[in-house]
Nanobody, 120 residues
Framework: QVQVAESGGGLVQPGGSLSLSCVASRSISEMYYMGWFRQAPGKQRELVASVLSGGSTYYANSAKGRFTLSRDNTKNTIYLQMNNLQSEDTAVYYC??????????????WGQGTQVTVSS
């Protein structure tokens, strides 16, 4: 089992920045997928940004140019730097790791989430 913990959320004014962190209890070098999702009240959880073990990244259109996902394998941590935050970015942010298991299976690990509120 892998424990996952996000941190760094909070209240920020429109146009401000936040940096989220997500640490895993095992080496993230074992993960083939690492991502950040978010869920706003009354909405479905959506993918914000992700990276594959080979380095390929994906950003949702809403995140392009404003958010940056990075990782530090030595700290088993991924980050989400969020700039120019807007009210529509208000949500609970979750990180997700996926690890291949026995053939045909994937282990899916989620954190508890961290609240990001953008408001003046």
């Amino acid at each position: 089992q892998v424990q996952v913990a996000e941190s760094g959320g909070g209240l920020v004014q429109p146009g401000g920045s936040l940096s989220l962190s997500c640490v895993a209890s095992r080496s993230i070098s074992e993960m083939y997928y690492m991502g950040w999702f978010r869920q706003a009240p009354g909405k479905q959880r959506e993918l914000v940004a992700s990276v594959l073990s080979g380095g390929s990244t994906y950003y949702a259109n809403s995140a392009k140019g404003r958010f940056t996902l990075s990782r530090d394998n030595t700290k088993n941590t991924i980050y989400l730097q969020m700039n120019n935050l807007q009210s529509e970015d208000t949500a609970v942010y979750y990180c997700n790791f996926k690890k291949r298991g026995p053939p045909g299976s994937i282990n899916d690990y989620w954190g508890q989430g961290t609240q990001v509120t953008v408001s003046s």
